[in-house]
């Protein structure tokens, strides 16, 4: 068997007219993701004369993320590219999870419960997990956590479980 590459063209689900597919792909996803700022941010205060208001960064940011998208899916259509390299999900969507299990557990279950397993969460996102170390890792986060958030930076966040505080 040889390492060398084979010489079969690549079949692309992109039209003909792309001539570099992941640059055209990641622009229109650079895109979508500024229409769903500018989106996000229509509820906010904009901009009054020279005062800055709440959405004025936010949409600022979201406007030139739309050129620099628009600039880079062009570059896919215009200059021979890259064709769409696989892409592996299960890394993404544990952090995901992980961030999403966080914010729907730290106030019924405290920051002690929320961060251990918010962090537990994260870590199966790769099959090279080693538990005792993630393990022995979470454990000194959530007891750094638990003491920098309500003591050093004054914040009030409970601690432990709401029906423990009974």
């Known amino acids: 068997?040889?390492?060398a590459p084979s010489h079969v063209p690549v079949k692309s689900i992109m039209p003909s007219w792309v001539r570099g597919p992941q640059d055209f792909v990641g622009g229109i996803a650079l895109m979508a993701l500024?229409?769903?700022a500018l989106w996000a941010s229509s509820d906010l205060q904009?901009?009054?004369?020279?005062s800055f208001g709440a959405g004025t960064a936010p949409r600022m940011f979201a406007v030139l993320l739309l050129g620099l998208g628009?600039?880079?899916a062009l570059m896919g259509v215009l200059v021979e590219g890259q064709h769409l390299a696989t892409y592996h999900w299960r890394g993404p969507l544990f952090v995901s999870l992980s961030i999403l299990s966080?914010?729907?557990t730290i106030r019924p279950l405290g920051l002690v419960v929320s961060a251990m397993a918010s962090f537990l969460i994260a870590a199966l996102?790769?099959?090279e997990t080693r538990w005792k170390e993630t393990i022995i890792v979470g454990i000194l986060l959530t007891a750094f956590c638990s003491f920098l958030f309500p003591?050093?930076?004054?914040l009030p966040l409970q601690l432990k479980?709401?029906?423990?505080?009974h």
């Open 1 to 3: 068997m040889s390492d």
């Open 34 to 36: 500024a229409l769903f």
């Open 46 to 50: 904009g901009m009054h004369g020279f």
């Open 70 to 72: 628009a600039a880079i």
């Open 102 to 104: 966080f914010a729907l």
């Open 125 to 127: 996102g790769t099959p």
């Open 151 to 154: 003591v050093v930076l004054g």
């Open 161 to 165: 479980p709401q029906f423990m505080n």
